[in-house]
T-cell receptor, first 115, second 113 residues
Framework: AQSVTQLDSHVSVSEGTPVLLRCNYS??????LFWYVQHPNKGLQLLLK??????LVKGINGFEAEFKKSETSFHLTKPSAHMSDAAEYFC?????????????FGKGTHLIIQP | DTGVSQDPRHKITKRGQNVTFRCDPI?????LYWYRQTLGQGPEFLTY????????KSRLLSDRFSAERPKGSFSTLEIQRTEQGDSAMYLC???????????FGPGTRLTVL
């Protein structure tokens, strides 16, 4: 079985300051991990993914995440927030190779950017 | 546009009516997934197809729900005798064999009155 816990339901930062969205996972095997972003009334967009290669993963729009097996964490960061980053962010775990039961999503973190 | 498309984008129906949604995956993707997302929650897996075969169904998929992918291309999700609890966003995603990444469509938002 696999599960994901996003530690914050809401995160608020000022424009230009760093962003940290926290995610812990549980998996009985070496998982694939993803971060997806969902803007209002839009579909889910893949930000980045970890699939057992480099532990520091760079994604689109300046986001990156670090896989830490010892801490079972996959936190998402960005050095400087932009107003357009305001959205819902989902941490996702999958069995390697995609898995037969699809992806398991966290409950999401709502990122608010203050001007 | 080569992304995943879904139709309709919005559907309002009365309780007890049947509804059908369509998903067109990215053309070379052989796997197709359906998810349901309720307000304030992450998407939950419903079912998936490999080509035309339905290989996995979640316990969330009650007997009132049926999904098909008759020719291994587009898929339909039908809900019979809709209930207010069915109100949600229904998301479709597709994936190419040998890769990990699922690409999502914009979703169909269902409102049951």
């Amino acid at each position: 079985a696999q599960s994901v816990t996003q530690l914050d339901s809401h995160v608020s930062v000022s424009e230009g300051t760093p962003v940290l969205l926290r995610c812990n996972y549980s998996s009985s095997y070496s998982p694939s991990l993803f971060w997806y972003v969902q803007h209002p009334n839009k579909g889910l967009q893949l930000l980045l993914k970890y699939t057992s290669a480099a532990t520091l993963v760079k994604g689109i729009n300046g986001f990156e995440a670090e896989f830490k097996k010892s801490e079972t964490s996959f936190h998402l960061t960005k050095p400087s927030a932009h107003m357009s980053d305001a959205a819902e962010y989902f941490c996702v775990v999958s069995k390697p190779g995609g898995g037969a039961d699809g992806l398991t999503f966290g409950k999401g973190t709502h990122l608010i950017i203050q001007p | 546009d080569t992304g995943v498309s879904q139709d309709p984008r919005h559907k309002i129906t009365k309780r007890g009516q049947n509804v059908t949604f369509r998903c067109d995956p990215i053309s070379e993707h052989n796997r197709l997934y359906w998810y349901r997302q309720t307000l304030g929650q992450g998407p939950e897996f419903l079912t998936y197809f490999q080509n035309e075969a339905q290989l996995e169904k979640s316990r969330l998929l009650s007997d009132r729900f049926s999904a098909e992918r008759p020719k291994g291309s587009f898929s339909t999700l039908e809900i019979q005798r809709t209930e207010q609890g069915d109100s949600a966003m229904y998301l479709c995603a597709s994936r190419q064999r040998g890769t990990d990444t699922q690409y999502f469509g914009p979703g169909t938002r269902l409102t049951v009155l």
